[in-house]
C-alpha cells in the first residue's frame, strides 16, 4: 500500500528567504506526482506535475524535483512572500492504470513579513 | 473556464438525515474524482468517473455513499442516513483525458453531522 509523507509538518519563516519542502513515497512504481497548495477552507491548487520519467518542473519560483527511486520529491520555493503561506500537499498517482491520488498530510507554511 | 464549482458549500444536518451535494467540472473535462478530507488531513479518494462511468470506488465508499454522474456533466454524491464520522470537506475534482493533465479542484463542500 502506497503511504505518502511530509516532512516539516509545520514550517515558519521570513520573507525572502528560500525554502525546500519534503515528499517521501514508499512504493516507486509511481506514474506522476503532483504538488498542490491548499489555502484554510478552500479546494487545492495544482502547482506542478512531474511525471514519473522526469526529474524536475519549473514555474515561476516554484521548482519540483522527483527521484523516483529513492521515493522522494522536493518543492523548492525561492524568495517566499507571505502570500505564500498556505498548507503544501504532495500526491502520488500509481502506475497501476488506477486514477486515484494518494496524498500526504501536508506542510502547512507560514511565511511572515 | 469557470473552474469546478461545487455547492453548497457549508451543510449542517442531523444524524441520521440525508445530504446530496452536487458538483460542476470544468466543461471539458470528462474525468471527475470525488474526494473527502477531514481537519489535518489530506484528501482520501473516494470515487471516479470518466463521463458517465463509475470507473473507480474507494472501499471508504460504504453502501450509505452513491455517486452519480448523469449524462457525464455534473455530478451529485449522496449520503445516506449520515452519521457523525462523515463530517468532513467533500471535494469534486476533474481533468481531461491526457495522462499528463493536472487535477483541478473545487472549493468543497463542509459537512456537518451534529
Not at chain 2, 469546478?4 to 470528462?30: A, L, M, W, Y
Not at chain 2, 474525468?31 to 470506488?57: C, D, I, M, S, V
Request: proline fraction near 4%.
Amino acid at each position: 500500500k502506497q503511504e505518502v509523507t511530509q516532512i516539516p509538518a509545520a514550517l515558519s519563516v521570513p520573507e525572502g528567504e528560500n525554502l525546500v519542502l519534503n515528499c517521501s513515497f514508499t512504493d516507486s512504481a509511481i506514474y506522476n506526482l503532483q504538488w498542490f497548495r491548499q489555502d484554510p477552507g478552500k479546494g487545492l491548487t495544482s502547482l506542478l506535475l512531474i511525471q514519473s520519467s522526469q526529474r524536475e518542473q519549473t514555474s515561476g519560483r516554484l521548482n519540483a524535483s522527483l527521484d523516483k527511486s529513492s521515493g522522494r520529491s522536493t518543492l523548492y520555493i525561492a524568495a517566499s512572500q507571505p502570500g505564500d503561506s498556505a498548507t503544501y500537499l504532495c500526491a502520488v498517482r500509481m502506475n497501476t492504470g488506477f486514477q486515484k491520488l494518494v496524498f500526504g498530510t501536508g506542510t502547512r507554511l507560514l511565511v511572515s513579513p | 473556464d469557470t473552474g469546478v464549482s461545487q455547492d453548497p458549500r457549508h451543510k449542517i444536518t442531523k444524524r441520521g438525515q440525508n445530504v446530496t451535494f452536487r458538483c460542476d467540472p470544468i466543461s471539458e473535462h470528462n474525468r471527475l474524482y470525488w474526494y473527502r478530507q477531514t481537519l489535518g488531513q489530506g484528501p482520501e479518494f473516494l470515487t471516479y468517473f470518466q463521463n458517465e462511468a463509475q470507473l473507480e470506488k474507494s472501499r471508504l465508499l460504504s453502501d450509505r455513499f452513491s455517486a452519480e454522474r448523469p449524462k457525464g456533466s455534473f455530478s451529485t454524491l449522496e449520503i445516506q442516513r449520515t452519521e457523525q464520522g462523515d463530517s468532513a470537506m467533500y471535494l469534486c475534482a476533474s481533468r481531461e483525458t491526457t495522462g499528463t493533465s493536472p487535477l483541478h479542484f473545487g472549493n468543497g463542500t463542509r459537512l456537518t453531522v451534529t
